[in-house]
């Protein structure tokens, strides 16, 4: 089954929702504009139920089929947040909140979830519930936590969940996506060292914090090449190096390291901490030195369910005729959290030749909103059929 009619016809209109984001982007829980014209539009289309604030700034919305019987509950997850990152697309819908854009796609996101939601509420061809979820602060502010920690899953019996990302160099409106662990655990360290600050031309009256830093950049990189084992994945990377001194002359006393680790399973997480914790304070004390970590975790890795996941790939078969295996992905993803409350999967779909997501370049490509929009409404009608 190819994309729905109906959402060729809807095509215009949700581009422009589309471009309208895409012009007032919003940063982490601040979406007040963006969550306000998602629960108008919900309410339009004749939801059966309207929740705002949930997450902070979060929406949801309730659609129930024609029938009730299976009682079942699906949820369709969109994130509505935008970056802090200065728009250089030139196109006539780029960002007019300086500072900040949609370059990672949010915005196509949270338009698509709106087309398979109108399209639902109008034809309810499904035997169950359907919530649609609006989510803020997918970038960094763990806005999926903040929504199952005010209840969401309990309070609507939510069974199973579903989310979608696009991905540029993927052919456009083509999916892909992978069982079992998909997004890394992303976590974050700060580690400041302290020694004894001097003159340039006097080292050894101090104890030098760029050199033991130095070393500590070059001895963090050993956790993944002599304490993992190879075959596994785990990324180290020091991201950071600040002294409180600029000038030439003078020997900073402190130095702050900032960087990330990012892992696929449970126990790698729990070791590069550990080692982290333990290389840093030992490393600098070699030197006369002091370091402290302060060691901060994010999401968690992103676990797709196994049922769910051939299910899911199904569908993009009967919407585009394929679906691929995805690579495994380093970089983090807040769905994670929806996914330990829940069954579920997370799919990916392409958005052609554009620029890659989190630059300035990038924009969403509206030729995949029929296919998305097609994927939602399949993933309910085929797993409640009426």
Known sequence: MPVKNRFAQLLPEITAWRRDFHEHPEILYEVHRTAGIVAEKLRAFGCDEVVEGIGRTGVVGVIKGRKSGSGKVIGLRADMDALPIIEATGVAHASKTPGAMHACGHDGHTAMLL??????????????????????????????????????????????????????????????????????????????VEGLGGHAAKPHETVDTTVVAAQLVTALQTIASRNHDPVKNLVVSVTSFRTESEAFNVIPERVALKGTVRSMDAETRAMAEKRIREMAPALAGAFGAKAEVIFNRGYPVMINHAEQTAFAARMAEKVSGGCQEAPLVMGGEDFAFMLEERPGAYILVGNGDTAMVHHPKYDFDDNVIPAGCS????????????
């Open 115 to 192: 087309g398979a939601a109108q399209y639902l509420a109008e034809t309810r061809n499904f035997d169950g519930t359907v919530v649609v979820i609006f989510q803020p602060a997918e970038e960094g502010g763990a806005g999926g936590r903040e929504m199952c920690a005010d209840g969401m899953m309990d309070r609507w019996g939510i069974n199973e969940v579903y989310g979608m990302h696009n991905m540029p160099g993927l052919p456009a409106g083509q999916f892909a996506i992978r069982e079992g662990a998909f997004f890394a655990a992303t976590d974050q360290f700060t580690i400041h």
């Open 375 to 386: 994927w939602w409404a399949e993933i309910v009608e085929q797993r409640m059929p009426a």
